[in-house]
């Protein structure tokens, strides 16, 4: 496998993106083969992930939001790549990048191609894996009902006008959460299962997330009727609301809700009445700053 050789799978919507095309260029410039493959329609991220294992890439880049993130690295997974991955966040939460450290400049970003790659989990239910986050209850109905044209014009402030707009539609969900040594049965507002630690345009859900512990952290927001009036804080700062999360960090953990669970896996919908949520261990490669807070850093 020829190490020095990448390539960046890069979002439809990135193609005139003047900013990628330069840093691709300075890339090139020092040395590295650099190709670049779009993706334009559902399977194209495993197609150029197959691509790069039969062409001897040592390197793939996923280029795009979230939700291309998740895609490529899901890919990756399954084709059973053992290239690293580069993170180029293009989209308009970015919000693993940003809980990483992963610059949101785009020639900074691609730079960490030079940068060590570190073995880090990922997420996996059913035979979905995810890169971020999944999350349930109120915040995810904000997310998936966030506009792309509100997200243009508003960015990441998007997502907080649509969760104020839509306050009173607020409703708990009644669910059971069991894992090893715990077990939480209650209705909520907001679920994480977090590999990362927000989600939805920069709420903090799994504040001590790593990815390369072997374990998901787990943040429950109760609803109690005196927790109802406070989610105005959770979708504008979170003042006042950490000390009412239920919190636990476990290598697995299942979820069974009677009436059926709304979810957002890194952007990407998913809804059942009974799920299981697994850690996978050191599954991927992926280069991250050596100051990453993601990362379990000896004391």
């Known amino acids: 496998m020829t190490q020095r050789k990448a390539l960046l799978i890069l979002h439809g919507k990135q193609a005139m993106n003047e900013q990628v095309r330069a840093a691709v260029s300075g890339m090139r410039e020092r040395g590295w083969p650099l190709d670049v493959r779009l993706t334009w329609e559902a399977g194209d991220a495993e197609r150029l992930v197959r691509e790069a294992l039969s062409g001897g890439y040592g ?44 610059p949101l400049d785009v020639e900074q970003a691609l730079a960490l191609l030079e940068a060590p790659a570190h073995a880090i989990d990922l997420g996996q239910v059913g035979d979905q894996v995810f890169l971020n986050m999944a999350t349930g209850g109120f915040g995810s109905q904000v997310t998936a009902n966030t506009s792309e044209d509100l997200k243009k014009v508003l960015g990441a402030a998007a997502y907080l006008f649509t969760g104020l707009s839509r306050f009173s539609e607020l409703s708990a969900a009644s669910v059971v959460l069991q894992g090893p040594d715990f077990l939480w049965q209650g209705d909520l507002l907001a679920l994480g299962i977090g590999n990362g630690r927000q989600a939805g345009g920069g709420h903090v859900l799994c504040p001590q997330a790593r990815v390369d512990d072997g374990l998901l952290d787990i943040s429950i927001l109760p609803a109690p009727q005196e927790v109802v009036g406070t989610l105005r804080s959770l979708l504008s700062d979170g003042l006042g609301l950490e000390n009412m999360f239920v919190r636990a960090r476990l290598p697995w953990v299942e979820i069974k809700s009677s009436q059926g669970l709304d979810l957002n896996l890194d952007g990407e919908p998913l809804q059942s009445d009974s799920l299981r949520f697994e850690a ?5 490669r992926v280069h991250l700053p050596a100051d990453s807070p993601l990362l379990s850093h000896p004391d």
Do not use: C, Q, Y
Request: proline share 2%.
């Open 59 to 102: 390197h793939v880049v996923a280029g795009g939001g979230d939700g291309t993130l998740r895609d490529v690295a899901e890919a990756m997974v399954r084709v059973g790549s053992s290239a690293s991955l580069v993170l180029l966040p293009l989209g308009t939460a970015n919000d693993f990048a940003r809980s990483a450290g992963i």
């Open 280 to 284: 996978l261990a050191s599954a991927l």
